[in-house]
């Protein structure tokens, strides 16, 4: 689910880092007010682990094939989900500076898909009010605690990996990269991350029930010392909130993209000639400010646009596709080439001068 | 230099570490902890860097160790640790051993002139710019103990210096150890690099002090040594083949 | 060899690229990080049909390897990740892009395939360029850069003290999946029997580890407050390297180069 450098367009990738930004600056507030100096080497651990776990090829039984874990969900039930949140990101650099995974650019983006949506939704939204719920009361307290878990980890899997392959899909579209209708795209990416985020859920659901067993003091909201379910949440409000996630993911985008394909991007970026505002449904009269800005920003996109769909006004002729361009681009690769001899030369010289 | 007044520690209620402990070390002493797994070596270690708190008191140089004293006494005091991977957490040997003395305030100049003296001392500058994944596990202990002795402290802990090391470097390990000034707390299962490098041992036992005395006497003391379920180190036992 | 003894042995020859001496490695960190980031922009953001003005981008790389004496060999290896997620997204534009776009003699091209390849062009060029960059630049000069540029501490702290455990617990998982298999042969994974406590073992006895490492961080004297090391400073040339790639960058983003050199001979 890595996304690549050239899947998304400049101010995609922009607002991608920005979003995940203040995402990581709030939570760096938040452990710095909690001041927990032991965290930060704990985290490194953690993160090291979950980077080296997440090679491990787990047997599917029943088939051939092989499931990993999920790391997003795994570290905010260890470490809580803003340390979890700053964990994944060291682990999306380290992937994509040292093994090519991803991109410097689609880092943002990254960190967005994989592990905002593991850490926070799955923490906030699943995590915590699962593990505050009277669900599976009934086995016990300790066996109800790791069915809870075991719940808490499919579903988190499940529903943040359905977050982020969205993502994906919302922001190659975004970007203008691929021909492929919204609609069409998601129907694609949707189905096989349900498949791969039930895997990862039952393993991510196995190592945390193995440290559950083994010290429950580790796992966040998971400690039973005190006998009783403080039940914070209801089982009815958690799933009010499980549907109303689902609803929004499943129906409501998806909606908007099948009745107008090309109609997402219009929605949101706005053609030429209208401001953001209208485009989004906002009225006018009520939101005259913020139109106003959008208007600007719609006015000053429109004269940078950095959009690839928009490009540049007047190198828009479908430049490059005359044969003088493609005469011009073997002349570069011939040039390259050049480069390439020019430099075995001097090195070779080097050498020699050298011995 | 160290002194320990009637210290006790326990880690559970009612299950006591460490009973009632008692014992001085002077100034540039190199004095040997020796005792079976779980007879409490490194809980003392770590109650005398302020890791752990117990009851009793802990005086380093006069100071007791406590919440305000902390820097003050680690600054002292360099802990070397069994696994060199856990001390070592900078990408590289040289980032290491500038990080103890830049926190301590040290310039940067100082810091350099420190690290290339340390260095030198133990015959490692060829380490200085490795990375620490990638040398090897004789190298890596070396390093740790020049990062240890960049702070220039007063005294050296170490624990279990010698394990895992192949004769060689087990050899230039010691032969480290022994060109060192500084006062010396060293804990090993290792009882002929206790004798090579301590001048006293103290034995301990469930917690306590089984023996206390000079390295060449209580290491020869075959009774003693077995009673808690120790040996006689190698070079004293001669072949005795049974 | 396992899988991860493949990544560590990928992370080490990283280390040891960056560890060679060239003009491109003697760049002052900060500079090659806003430079690649600028070329990275530039190239994203060329038009989805302008393959020409595109391939002019390409001579940046190929510069940079040969200046660093960097093999290329190592980036293409890299590129088997980056390359199918690209792929899988652009092989459906010749399908829903069928409008021709250039009839070279006989063939004609459509502009699906045009943006096909340079979608695939930019994944290449903007690997390349990130490789380049890690390749030419030690992890704790990157570190000392992203500080400079006012990256939270915490955050390039984590990231320093993470890639060293990464260095380590791959190790000690790569010897534990080995010894897994010598005692299962024929098990391509992990059975389900042991999904919990394989990882679940070494996951509490890193718990452990962390607690040792801050006490050895604490024994140092440390109080939330790292020291970067910073070997080199932002000079002048290095200003000037910045700036003038990135106008460099900026003239080829907006004048085709390409269409200009093959408009003199076709003409």
Not at chain 1, 76 to 85: E, K, N, V
Not at chain 2, 123 to 133: D, I
Not at chain 3, 144 to 169: I, N
Request: glycine share 8%; net charge neutral.
């Amino acid at each position: 689910m890595h996304m690549a450098d050239a899947l998304l367009a400049p101010a995609v990738a922009a607002t991608m880092y920005v979003a995940s930004g203040t995402a990581a600056g709030v939570s760096i507030h938040k452990l710095k007010k909690d001041d927990d100096a032991q965290k930060l080497p704990t985290m490194a651990v953690t993160a090291a682990l979950v980077f080296a776990g997440q090679m491990i090829n787990y047997t599917i039984p029943g088939t051939g094939s092989s499931g990993h874990m999920c790391g997003g969900m795994l570290l905010s039930a260890l470490l809580g989900p803003q340390a979890g949140f700053l964990s994944m990101i060291v682990i999306l650099a380290i992937q994509c500076l040292f093994f090519a995974d991803g991109g410097l650019m689609a880092l943002g983006a990254n960190v967005w898909n994989m592990a905002f949506y593991g850490c926070f939704v799955g923490y906030y939204l699943i995590w915590r009010p699962m593990m505050h719920s009277r669900w599976f009361a009934g086995m016990g307290a300790k066996a109800g605690q790791r069915a809870r878990i075991i719940a808490a980890s499919v579903i988190g899997c499940v529903v943040t990996l359905q977050l982020g392959a969205f993502s994906v899909v919302l922001e190659t579209s975004l970007s203008g990269i691929t021909e492929l209708p919204f609609g069409a795209f998601m129907a694609l990416m949707q189905p096989i991350h349900l498949a791969i985020g039930l895997v990862e859920g039952l393993i991510t659901a196995a190592v945390l029930t193995f440290v559950y067993e083994s010290r429950p003091e580790l796992l966040r909201e998971a400690d039973m010392t005190d006998g009783a379910v403080s039940a914070k949440r209801s089982l009815k409000a958690t799933i009010v909130i499980l549907a109303a996630v689902a609803l929004v993911v499943g129906g409501g985008l998806s909606l908007l993209a099948s009745e107008n394909p090309d109609g997402l991007e219009w929605a949101l970026f706005g053609n030429s000639d209208a401001g953001y505002a209208e485009n989004m449904g906002l009225d006018e009269d009520d939101f005259g400010v913020e139109s106003r800005a959008a208007d600007t920003a719609a006015a000053i996109q429109e004269k940078t646009a950095f959009l690839p769909d928009y490009a540049f006004a007047n190198s828009d002729t479908p430049a490059g596709t005359s044969v003088s361009g493609v005469v011009g681009a073997a002349m570069v690769a011939a040039v390259a080439v050049l480069i390439c001899l020019a430099g075995g030369f001097f090195r070779k010289k080097r050498a020699a001068a050298a011995k | 230099m160290i002194e320990f007044q009637h210290v006790s520690f326990a880690y559970e209620r009612g299950r006591s570490v460490i009973e009632d402990l008692s014992f001085s070390i002077a100034d540039g002493e190199a004095v040997g902890l020796i005792g079976a797994n779980g007879a409490g070596k490194s809980t003392v270690m770590k109650l005398l860097l302020g890791l752990v708190s117990g009851e009793g008191t802990i005086l380093v140089d006069g100071v007791p160790v406590n919440r305000q004293n902390l820097s003050q006494i680690r600054r002292k005091l360099g802990f070397v640790l069994q696994n060199s991977d856990n001390q070592m957490f900078m990408p590289t040997v040289y980032e290491d051993m500038i990080f103890a003395p830049l926190n301590y305030g040290l310039s940067r100049e100082a810091t350099e002139a420190r690290v290339d003296a340390v260095l030198e001392q133990l015959g490692l500058q060829e380490l200085k710019h490795r990375h620490n994944h990638k040398i090897s596990g004789g190298e890596k202990r070396m390093a740790a103990i020049a990062t240890i002795l960049a702070m220039e402290p007063e005294a050296v802990l170490m624990d279990e210096p010698t394990s895992a090391l192949d004769p060689y470097n087990r050899r230039l390990v010691i032969n480290t150890i022994r060109g060192l000034k500084q006062t010396k707390l060293i804990t090993s299962h290792d009882l002929d690099m206790i004798l090579d490098t301590c001048d006293r041992v103290i034995l301990l036992s469930a917690g306590r002090i089984a023996a206390d005395g000079p390295a060449d006497q209580i290491l020869r003391d075959r009774e003693l040594l077995e009673a808690h379920r120790m040996e006689l180190p190698f070079c004293l036992a001669g072949r005795r083949l049974e | 060899m396992n899988k991860m003894e493949k990544a560590l042995r990928e992370l080490s020859e990283m280390d040891e690229l960056a560890a060679h001496a060239s003009p491109v490695h003697g760049l002052c960190p900060t500079a090659k990080l806003l430079t690649a980031i600028a070329y990275i922009l530039t190239v994203v953001s060329f038009n989805k049909y302008d393959l020409s003005g595109l391939s002019v981008m390409l001579l940046y790389p190929v510069l940079l390897f040969q200046v660093s004496g960097i093999p290329v060999r190592t980036c293409f290896y890299k590129l088997r990740i980056v390359l199918p997620l690209v792929m899988a997204v652009g092989l459906f534009n010749p399908i829903f892009d069928r409008a021709p776009m250039l009839t070279l003699g006989t063939v004609v091209v459509s502009g699906g395939v045009v943006s096909m390849l340079s979608l695939m062009l930019k994944g290449l060029l903007c690997l390349m360029v990130s490789f380049l960059l890690m390749a030419t630049t030690p992890i704790d000069a990157l570190c000392a850069a992203l500080r400079r540029l006012h990256v939270p501490g915490m955050l390039v702290t984590l990231l320093l003290l993470t890639y060293r455990y990464v260095g380590v617990m791959t190790e000690e998982l790569a010897v534990m999946t080995d010894a897994y298999h010598l005692r299962a042969p024929g098990q391509k994974g992990i059975h389900i029997s042991a999904w919990g406590s394989f990882l679940g073992q070494l996951l509490l006895r890193s718990m452990d580890r962390a607690q040792e490492l801050y006490s050895s961080m604490l024994l140092r004297g440390y109080h939330e407050h790292f020291h970067y090391v910073d070997f080199k400073p932002f000079t002048f040339s290095d200003g000037l390297y910045t700036v003038g790639c990135t106008a460099a960058f900026l003239l080829l983003r907006f004048v085709n180069v390409a269409q200009a050199l093959g408009g003199l001979i076709v003409r």
